[in-house]
Structures are given as C-alpha cells and as structure tokens.
T-cell receptor, first 112, second 113 residues
Framework: GEQVEQRPPHLSVREGDSAVITCTYT??????FFWYKQEPGASLQLLMKVFSSTEINEGQGFTVLLNKKDKRLSLNLTAAHPGDSAAYFCAVTRNSNNRIFFGDGTQLVVKP | GPKVLQIPSHQIIDMGQMVTLNCDPVSNHLYFYWYKQILGQQMEFLVN????????KSKLFKDQFSVERPDGSYFTLKIQPTALEDSAVYFCASSLVPNSDYTFGSGTRLLVI
C-alpha cells in the first residue's frame, strides 16, 4: 500500500523565517493531497487540499508544492509567526482508496 | 462550518472494562473513520465504515474493537476489554466521499489505568 514519509519530525524557526515541511509518497497513482494543522490539544484542521493536476497552490501565508515526478509534496510557510506553532500532517489518497494515508507529522515551533 | 462531535472529550477507565466512544458525524456525510493518536504524534488509521459495514481496518483494530452506527445515530467505537496500550486520543472523522477531505472531531482522550 501507500507509504508516506514526512520530514522533519521537529522544526524550530524564528518569527519571520520560512519553514518547509516535506512529504514523499510511493504510489504513483496518488491523486489527492492534503495538509492538516493540529494545534496542541485540538483536532486536525484542513489547510489545503491539492489535486494532482496542480503543482503550485497558494494559501494564506503558505504555499504547497507538488512534484509528481519525484512524488514529493511540500508545505512552505513564508514569514512564520508564533501562531503557526502546531503539528502539521500531510495526507495522500487516490481515487480507488477508501481512506487517506497520513505522514507521521512535523512539530513546528516558531519562536518570537 | 459543519462539525463532527465526539463524546466524551475525556475518559478514564480501569483496564479490562468496556468503553464506548461516541461520534456524531456531519449530517450528510456517508463515510466514517476512527484514528488513534498517541502523544500528539502520528495519526494511525483504525477503521473506516460505510453503509453499515466496515470497509477496511488496520492491524491496530484488534478483536476487542468494534464499530457500529445503529439507525443513523452515533458512530461508535467500542473497546472490550480495554488494555493499557489503548490509552490514546481517538479521533473520529467523516467525509462525503471516501477519499476527499475529512472533517475531524476534537478527539476523545482515553486513559486506561
């Protein structure tokens, strides 16, 4: 089945710096890609859903890049602020799946 | 936006006892899921459920686990009997289609002592 590897497991940056989290996946038929944010003690909130046909996806304060050739998905937080401190999870699925596969998560700390 | 409600938010239970975790999914969603998370780390898939049946389950979904959604009421995860290693946060999720974005509940923090 699909395997999703997420790096790094922990990331600490200064306020205003960028933060990059990357996931690689194994199934070339993967079709939908997701980034979730989980604040401490809270549930997972969907940041962005990406279709396989879109390589660059802009959000508010972040960009999601999809490289299908390398089977790589990245979340780039531009000018991180302390409110971005949270756990971030990538997730991958394809049309024929009944579920999505999560990466192991990245604990991001943004220091003032 | 639409929410998934989980009841209770916290549960402490003696090892060997039964526990039922309740999930009220988004009203028009058809697919339901349970995930297990330990120490804020990886989200581990347990089971998904559609049309009254388990579609897929993982190795973590032990024989002591069961799910059901009788008559469109709560989607429940029952553990009987519980073990110490069942201590975790259990997240329920629902979706309209099987591989689209999920709506997650806030989780039930289960502590087995």
């Amino acid at each position: 089945g699909e395997q999703v590897e997420q790096r790094p497991p922990h990331l600490s940056v200064r306020e205003g710096d960028s933060a990059v989290i990357t996931c690689t996946y194994t199934d070339p038929n993967s079709y939908y890609f997701f980034w979730y944010k989980q604040e401490p003690g809270a549930s997972l909130q969907l940041l962005m859903k990406v279709f396989s046909s879109t390589e660059i996806n802009e959000g508010q304060g972040f960009t999601v890049l999809l490289n299908k050739k390398d089977k790589r998905l990245s979340l780039n937080l531009t000018a991180a602020h302390p409110g971005d401190s949270a756990a971030y999870f990538c997730a991958v699925t394809r049309n024929s799946n009944n579920r999505i596969f999560f990466g192991d998560g990245t604990q991001l700390v943004v220091k003032p | 936006g639409p929410k998934v409600l989980q009841i209770p938010s916290h549960q402490i239970i003696d090892m060997g006892q039964m526990v039922t975790l309740n999930c009220d999914p988004v009203s028009n969603h058809l697919y339901f899921y349970w995930y297990k998370q330990i120490l804020g780390q990886q989200m581990e898939f347990l089971v998904n459920f559609y049309n009254g049946k388990v579609m897929e389950k993982s190795k973590l979904f032990k024989d002591q686990f069961s799910v059901e959604r009788p008559d469109g009421s709560y989607f429940t995860l029952k553990i009987q009997p519980t073990a110490l290693e069942d201590s975790a946060v259990y997240f329920c999720a629902s979706s309209l289609v099987p591989n689209s974005d999920y709506t997650f509940g806030s989780g039930t923090r289960l502590l087995v002592i």
